[in-house]
């Protein structure tokens, strides 16, 4: 009989951008199954009611991806206090709108080597233990972004795309071991995270615009981030490494559909169109 909590196939987790948003989610659904979670965000504060809402279950982390070994030495710190995590959920980053060449290319590195390279750091780390314990579940957040590149926000897809690689790499690698990969690709969920995109200054146009109005929009009018947790707890539950999508029906289940039986140029008219860009 398949599991009814997470908390019967796994004990203990890190969630990384607990905070807010869909990270704040994974975390609820999480401890709401009675797995011990281990939150992180640069600002641990932001953590505070998490921590009151399960004292005994959750420990809050202050953890910035921004320095790639000392996130690391700060993930092998709290596994050891945790006795090896077995469930780490990658979640955190960020985005930045602006055209390619109106932001200083240091905006771009950042961003890539926060949300790509630190990311796959943290995941080399996770991975290690649960493959010496032969059991764990992996699940690196990516976005509907890695199949469907959105405008003007150039490094934010190149990085959730390497996520995908990276997922897809690792499914081939861990096949046959007790170890689950999940590349979980999300669309628009109503979160923060509109509102916390950098738009460094002097990047403007019309089209620009035109295009922050349409993403901002199917922010505010997207699913809870609780659908989120939902498709993810429904995911851990199967113990199936895999891709999910989630998000609106046209993003999740339309937009694939067409993406793998229409044409490229279809594709790239579709997303000119969706963005007002065209």
């Not at 979670?37 to 641990?44: A, I, K, N």
């Not at 979160?191 to 916390?196: D, I, K, N, Q, V």
């Amino acid at each position: 009989m398949p599991a009814a909590r997470v908390s019967d196939l796994y004990r203990a987790a890190l969630v990384t951008g607990a905070s807010t948003g869909l990270g704040r989610a994974f975390a609820e659904m999480l401890l709401a199954d009675g797995v011990r979670v281990w939150g992180t965000s640069r600002d641990p504060v932001r953590l505070d009611s998490l921590t009151a809402s399960k004292p005994e279950l959750f420990t809050p982390v202050a953890l910035d991806l921004r320095n790639g070994a000392h996130a690391e030495a700060v993930f092998r710190e709290a596994d050891a206090e945790a006795g090896g995590f077995d469930l780490v959920i990658n979640n955190a980053g960020y985005g930045v709108f602006a055209e390619f060449t109106a932001a200083e290319f240091s905006v771009w590195q950042e961003q890539l080597e926060v949300m790509l390279v630190n990311t796959a750091r943290l995941s080399h780390a996770a991975l290690r233990g649960m493959r010496e314990r032969n059991h764990g579940a992996l699940v690196n957040i990516s976005s509907l972004a890695a199949e469907f590149p959105l405008p003007f926000q150039s490094a934010y897809n190149i990085a959730k795309a390497g996520l995908t690689a990276l997922n897809e790499s690792l499914l081939l690698e861990t096949a046959g071991t007790g170890v689950v990969i999940l590349d979980v690709r999300p669309g628009d969920y109503r979160t923060e995270f509109e509102g916390a995109v950098l738009r460094p200054v002097g990047s403007d146009s019309p089209r620009l615009a035109r295009a922050w109005a349409a993403f901002a929009a199917m922010m505010k009018s997207g699913p809870p981030p609780a659908h989120a947790a939902a498709a993810l707890r429904h995911a851990l539950l199967r113990q199936w490494s895999g891709t999910v999508r989630t998000g609106r029906f046209f993003q999740a289940i339309v937009a694939p559909f067409i993406s793998r039986f229409g044409s490229l140029a279809l594709r790239r008219r579709i997303q000119s169109k969706y963005f007002h860009v065209d």
